[in-house]
Structures are given as C-alpha cells and as structure tokens.
C-alpha cells in the first residue's frame, strides 16, 4: 500500500485537534496532554483506515520519499522459483512468499483459522543450550526456525498443527469470560526431530514505528530496567542483549516478541533469509544448506544490498497513527485506570528519541509508544520455555500498544499477544501473569463500566 | 526550515480553531443523513454489485473451463473463456478503487492476484502427477493459483494459444483454478451482503451509528478517498512507472491477454464509479456532497478523472511494447493518474474532513 501525505494535512488536523481545546477551558491544553495526540511526534499519520498503519513519515523530503517508495514496492513483491524472470530464489524451504503475505497492511497477522495453514504465524525451534554467541541453539537438521512450505518438489521442515483449549474464568463481579489456551505440535518431519525441541510460535508484528522505536537512546531503555527488581514493586525490567551480525558484538534488542533483533535492519534481513529464503548480505546463506533441501545455490545474494536497505528505510519510516477521541471522559477515565492498574509500568508512555543530525525524521521526538522494550517474566501461561539470548522462557518484551486500536480495521480481527492467542484486548490483558499478575488481578477487580473505559483506552491508541 | 513548519502548523491552529468556535452558521455543514445515505448507496452501487458480478464472471468461466475439458477443447470454447476471463478482470480491477474491508483483511487479493507467477513450479506442478483437488489448489502458494496462472493456460505466452494446445494437465489445473477463483470471490461477494454473519455491509453503513468497524462517518469517508488515492498512487507509480523505468516488458502485470492498459483504465473507472456512487445504478455518491458545498471542485475532480482515462486510452498498443515504442504516451498517462491522485489527496479528502464527522 502506498501513501505519501502531506503537511498541509497534519496542520490541519492539529488545527482541528488544537480547536477542541480552544473551545474547553484554556488551562486544558498542557504541553503534555497536547502531544498525546499524536503518537509518533512529528512523523504522526492521520489515516484511520485500512492505511493507517501504511503511510510514510509526513515530512520526508522527495528523495528520501523515493527510497520509502522503492523499499514500499520491494516489500509488496512475491518471490517464485528460480530460475525466472521476476524475483527469483524463493525458498527451497519457507514460511511465505512476500513480505506483505504476513505483515498484511503493515500490521498485524493472526493464527489460521480450523482447516487454514500458517500464513502470518511462524515457529522458532532450538535445543537446550546456546550457540556460539549465547543465542538459541539450532536443532540439527531444522536450523533455529521451522519452514513449514517448500518450492515444489522440495519437503516442508515438518507441518505445524495448532489446538485450542477453552478455559472459563470469571470477573470479581461475576461475569464470565474465557481464554483459549493453544498447543503446538509439529507433524510429519522430513527427517527425524531431536528430542526435546523447544518451540516458540510468533505472529507477524505490526512494522510502523519502528524507526522511532530504533531511536530510543539505550540509556533511556535502561533507566527503566530493574532486574533484580531493587525497588521491590514485583516488576524487574530486564534488557535483552543480542548478537548484532553487521557490527559482530552484542548490542541491545529492541525487536520481535523477545527483543532479540538489535536492529530494523536486521530484522528484515533475517526476515528476507529465514521466512523467505532470501538470502542477502546480513545472512548469505540458505536456511537450508547442510540440509537434504539444499540446492546448492548460494552464489548470489537474491535480494541487492541497495533494496535491503531500501525496505529497512520504508519500515523505519513508517509514520504512527494519531489517537482518536483521546479528550474523550471516557477514555480520560480508562487512562487513569491504566495508571492506577500498573499497566503504565511496563507500557511506559512516554519516550523523546534522541539526537540524530544524520536521520532528522526520527531525532528528537517525543513519542508514545507504550512499551519500555525491555523483556518482563509473563508467567507461566504465557511461557514458551525457549530462551532467546537473555530473555527466558518466560519472559516477553513489552509489546508496544501505539495504534492497536486500529488492528480491526486494517486487519480484520483482535488478535493479540505473541501468537494471536486472544481474541480481544480484555483476553489479552487477562493472559498477563508473572509481572503483570497484580495488574491482571485489579483488572479482574474493576465492575464491567471500568473494564469498558480501560479497553476505551487501549482503543483510541 | 523547522521554525517555518512550526509557525505553519500554530496558523493552521489558529484559523481553524478560530472556525470552529464562531458561531454555527459559519461552521461547515455536516449532513449526517445524506452521509449515511452514500455510504449505504456506495455500498449497494459498489461493493454488491461489482463483486455479484465478480462472481458471476468467475461462476461463468468455471463453467466454461469445464465445458473446455468436456469432448475435446474447441477454440470457440477457448475464446468464449478468454472473454469471460477479460469480464471478470473488469470488475476486479474496477473494485480495486475499493481494496478495503474483507478483500484485504481476509487474504482475498493476494490469493487471486498475485504477480508473478512462479512458472517454474506451475510447470513442475503441471508435469506431475498431483491430482489437484479443491483443497489441494486452496493449499497452494499465492503465485500459483488465481487469475494471472489462468490467464497464462488460456492465453498462452504468446496470447495466441490454440484449444488443441491444451493438455489434459492444463485442462485439470485450470478447472481446479477457476473452482479455486469461483469459490473465493463468492466469500467475497457474500462478505459484503448483510445476511451474512459479521457483514461488512452493516459495519460500513453503520458507521458512527454502532459499527463495530467504523467509529464515525467520517473515518468511512477517510477509508473511501484514501482507498482511491491508494489505487491512483499503485497505478502511476507502480503498475505503470516500474515496468516504464526499467524498460522491461517482463515486469508488466498481465502480458499473456494483453490487458494491462484496459486494467489500468479500470482502476480508474473504478475512481470514477465510487465518487459518482454509481457502477450500474446511480445512486447518492461523494459527488452529491460534493456538489453541494464546492461545484468548482466536482468540476475539477471529474475532469481529472476523464482525463487520466483519456491519457491511458490514447497508448495505442499494448503496454509491453507501449513502455518501449510510446513513452510521451505512457508519461503522459502517468503524469495524468499521479494529478488525480493529487487532486483526490490534497483536495478531496481535505474537503470530507470538513464534511463528514
């Protein structure tokens, strides 16, 4: 999808925004409640619908609009067999076919549907153990992720079966409500599976917002971390260090569900390698090679170094969608309860990027993400029981929350949390546990007027 | 630089803020009922009835696929085929001014439309022995199923293929494509018809009246034009300008019927249909807001959308020789969508954020 806006338009609506408070009592517009609206500071987007999550940084300038362009039609193109004409070199084995088959209008992906197979889902794999930089271990013969298709002729790593158990709950008030708790299993290898293989499903994030986040100076992120939990509020805060393959030491995660992506960059490229079987200059080989699929070609990189970091410059250009109705009384009081919930512990608001002379776009923004990026103990539902460089089997980055309100109308659906477990954000705030078990419990405490403001809340982000 | 944008964004404030607190005949005028009326009108005019004929297309091809593969394939059955398969890329491609809701978020475009195609599995696939069931097709990758590797078995490279070319795998293949294609724009079809369970037709014309979808009118009105903006920017800049700049005939979309520039042209009718409200029937459209608050800017719109019509009518040859022999032509036309495309942005949408709440 593409879309260029323009300034005229982020004047206006701030015009617009601005007006509301100009007609309410003057000492409403506080520096802070102002910038509220608008999530991604300066490179917020006012398209509330199916683009929302698709629209480029207002104030790019046209040569820097181009590359977005180039990295936006890179990241809609279908890779097929090679050898062809047209994008070659998908597979031999993979998860899906383009970058936009999983992250569906830049956003959010879901689990299949009874009798559907993977599309936005995936599986990581590993043994017990590390490799050579403190990361998952590969399980021999499958490699540290689960390709579940295959190019024709050539066996999937194994099929992916996924089963839901219903468990009833009920609210302190009474009303009753129900949580789906899934099991995974891994059906028809193309060659024997390791004993005790660890597997970790993840479903394909939303990708806006991520240069802002990448901006976060360190030292903020980890002004935040406690993680011997020394303030004793039950809530640690732990950074997750990962292998940074362009730099070749360890460097902070700040992507994927356990923050173990130091880098846009990175992660795309990982992306383009392992859910593609595209190889580039992050990740030059094949997922396959050293396995039965392997065909041997290795010889060039199938996407350019040029249009790697063209589509990485697209995702971290992505703009944030402003908030609606966020003066609203109702979702002022569904704020007050997120603050009064502990919700804001690990969904930290507020962040300003730092300095950066050499990508002005994402310098110096004040943004509201709602995730502090380090990795918290979710408890024991939520556990893969995979560690993922220092984050646990328990322990899963704080998601960012920033225009989740508008996952069903770009998207389609409510489904949240690592593997799209929850079918609406009240399940997904009752999945919390571990850390976030007291925050759960006063939300499980709130009469059903609150939970409906909270959710308010969470909706006009 | 920094300081200028600021004192731009503090004017936009003031004027604006200024608007909205003087008194209210000064205010735009929100007609809710007639919103609500388009947005219904839209909704029957457009999405029913461009996808009930989708889907009858595709119903009629599949029809006709297996027709071809009944006592020997004729050539009048191969042609009556391609024109039924030319029918329903009409619709298609005029529904992509609308590419929201069930379309997109259900997986519905990838699945149909997908380019590429990876020739090299749809020959290997062909070469085997795999008996392609239903469930076998619905399984397959996006780029082997749907209406381009159609468009390859009934056209053939060359667009010239004769009915006693086709193979006994082709037949099979295609008649499990077309049962493939039939099925998936029925889901479709009856994603947008209010008896259906979670229809988006009650979410759309319920919109800032309940819809689970739509918070208020306006963000229907912001979905509509943004989507119209969205198919002008992928027709001039990508569908056009990618294969244009890089001079290769090989990136073109749909080489094989040679129908990229009818396909272009109807993304752009398809513009037109939805801010006239009107495929078949007319019925209440932007137009009708439009008309009543700024005819200079319905004037404006409905010759920008003639004339990108226009500038794609006036390349004379199919669009893989186009990009080659006709540039002043094909720039031309681009240059044309990427003005409508500015007009619908900068001018449309601007308009219904003053009309629509």
Request: glycine share 8%; charged share 20%.
């Amino acid at each position: 999808m593409r879309k260029d806006k323009i300034i005229v338009r982020l004047f206006m609506i701030i015009g617009i925004i601005v007006s509301v408070y100009a007609c309410v009592e003057p000492d409403a517009l506080q520096d802070s409640d102002y910038s509220e609206w608008l999530s991604g500071g300066s490179q917020t987007v006012f398209d509330n619908g199916v683009g929302a999550f698709s629209t480029a940084f207002p104030n790019l300038t046209s040569a820097r609009e181009h590359v977005h362009g180039i990295g936006d039609g890179a990241f809609g193109q279908t890779f097929v067999t090679a050898p062809a004409p047209i994008n070659p070199g998908l597979g031999p084995i993979f998860n899906n076919v383009s970058c936009t088959s999983c992250h569906v209008n830049d956003g959010r992906g879901k689990p299949p549907g009874a009798g559907e197979q993977l599309s936005s889902l995936l599986i990581r794999i590993s043994i017990p153990g590390t490799d050579a930089h403190g990361g998952p271990n590969p399980v021999p013969g499958f490699g540290g992720q689960l390709q579940q298709r295959g190019i024709f002729g050539v066996a999937p790593e194994a099929l992916v079966k996924i089963e839901y158990t219903e468990k009833q709950y009920t609210f302190a008030d009474g009303e009753a409500y129900s949580l789906r708790f899934p099991t995974y299993s891994l059906q028809n290898p193309y060659t024997a599976l390791p004993a005790g293989v660890m597997i970790s499903p993840r479903i394909a994030p939303p990708v806006f917002g991520l240069g802002l986040l990448e901006a976060i100076d360190e030292a903020d992120i980890l002004a935040n971390a406690d993680v011997e939990d020394m303030n004793d509020d039950g809530i640690s805060g732990k950074p997750n260090y990962a292998w940074n393959v362009v730099e070749g030491k360890m460097t902070l995660g700040k992507f994927g569900w356990k923050a173990a992506n130091p880098s846009v960059l990175q992660q795309s490229a990982g992306a383009y390698n392992e859910d593609m079987g595209i190889t580039n200059f992050i990740f030059p080989h094949e997922t396959a090679m050293g396995q039965s699929q392997y065909d041997g070609r290795d010889d060039e990189y199938e996407v350019s170094d040029s249009l790697l970091h063209s589509v990485a410059f697209y995702i971290r250009t992505l703009g944030v969608p402003a908030r609606r109705s966020a003066d609203d009384a109702v979702v002022l009081q569904g704020k007050k309860l997120f603050v009064e919930g502990k919700c804001a512990q690990c969904h930290v608001p507020r962040f300003r990027t730092k300095t950066d002379v050499a990508f002005p776009e994402i310098s110096n923004q004040v943004i509201f993400p709602y995730t502090d990026v380090l990795v918290h103990d979710m408890g024991e539902d939520l556990a893969d029981n995979r560690p993922d460089f220092d984050a646990n089997g328990r322990e899963w980055r704080t998601a960012p929350l920033w225009g989740i309100g508008l996952t069903r109308i770009v998207n389609g659906h409510q489904n949240f949390l690592h593997d799209g477990r929850a079918r609406t954000l009240l399940e997904a705030i009752m999945w919390h546990g571990g850390e976030a078990e007291q925050s759960k419990d006063f939300v499980s405490n709130l009469s059903k007027t609150d939970r409906d403001k909270l959710v308010k809340f969470l909706e006009s982000l | 630089m920094k300081k200028s944008y600021i004192n731009l964004l503090l004017s936009g404030a003031v004027v604006v803020s200024l608007a909205n607190c003087s008194s209210d005949e000064s205010t735009p005028a929100v007609n809710t009922e007639l919103n609500a009326q388009v947005l219904t009108e839209f909704s029957t005019n457009l999405p029913q009835t461009v996808y009930g004929s989708l889907a009858s297309k595709t119903s009629t091809l599949y029809d006709q696929v297996v027709a071809l593969s009944t006592d020997g394939a004729t050539d009048a059955e191969l042609n009556a085929a391609r024109t039924t398969w030319k029918q329903a890329r009409e619709a298609w491609e005029q529904s992509e001014a609308f590419l929201f809701g069930p379309v997109s978020t259900e997986d519905i475009d990838p699945r149909i439309d997908t380019w590429p195609v990876n020739f090299q599995d749809l020959d290997a696939q062909l070469a085997s022995e795999n008996e392609f069931t239903e469930a076998y097709i619905d399984d397959l990758d996006d780029a082997l199923k749907g209406f381009h590797p159609i468009e390859y078995l009934i056209f053939g490279e060359n667009g010239d293929k004769a009915a006693d070319e086709l193979s006994a795998r082709d037949l099979e293949y295609l008649t499990g494509l077309a049962k493939n294609l039939k099925t998936l724009t029925a889901d479709l079809n009856a994603s947008w018809q209010p008896s259906t369970s979670n229809s988006y037709y009650t979410a759309f014309v319920n919109a800032g009246n309940g819809s689970a979808v739509y918070p208020t009118q306006l963000s229907a009105y912001e979905e509509l034009v943004n989507a119209m903006v969205g198919i002008c920017e992928e027709v001039s800049d990508g569908k056009i300008k990618e294969p244009f700049v890089a001079k290769d005939p090989s990136l073109e979309e749909s080489p094989f019927a040679k129908n990229s520039i009818i396909d272009f042209t109807n993304n752009i009718k398809g513009v037109q249909a939805v801010y006239l409200g009107k495929y078949t029937a007319d019925g209440k459209g932007l137009e009708d807001v439009v008309r009543a608050h700024n005819l200079q800017l319905d004037s404006d719109l409905k010759l920008k959308m003639a004339s990108a019509i226009a500038a794609l009518d006036n390349i004379k040859v199919p669009f893989g020789e186009a990009i080659i022999d006709k540039p002043l032509q094909v720039q031309a036309a681009i240059d044309a969508i990427a003005e409508l495309k500015e007009i619908l942005d900068q001018q449309l949408l601007p308009f219904v954020q003053q009309h629509a709440k």
